[in-house]
């Protein structure tokens, strides 16, 4: 079983900057794509960013050129750096991981949430 455990929410004035991180454990041989998401107050949840095995990664224009994710294999954590925030950014953040575990079964694993809220 794959757990992802989120941390480093929390309160932030408009313009400063959060890093949340995402611990993975469990028996994970390979990842395929970790992504992040956040879902506002009254809004669907929504993807903004994913790294995928490669390195390559995706930003969807809200975020793009404020947030970057990045990984460390050996901590088996991916992180989520933003910057410059706004109070559009306050929502619930949530991190995914797709990947194949040791036994050759794939997985799709969420973390449990962490609030980021901006003020102005």
């Known amino acids: 079983q794959v757990q992802l455990v989120e941390s480093g929410g929390g309160l932030v004035q408009a313009g400063g900057s959060l890093r949340l991180s995402c611990a993975a454990s469990g028996r994970i041989y390979r990842f395929n794509v970790m992504s992040w998401h956040r879902q506002a107050p009254g809004k669907q949840r929504e993807v903004i960013a994913s790294l995928a095995n490669s390195g390559s990664t995706n930003y969807t224009n809200p975020v793009k050129g404020r947030f970057t994710v990045s990984r460390d294999n050996a901590k088996k954590t991916v992180y989520l750096q933003m910057n410059s925030l706004e109070p559009e950014d306050t929502a619930v953040y949530y991190c995914?991981?797709?990947?194949?575990?040791?036994w050759g079964q794939g997985f799709n694993a969420w973390g449990q949430g962490i609030q980021v809220t901006v003020s102005s």
């Open positions: 995914n991981l797709s990947g194949t575990t040791t």
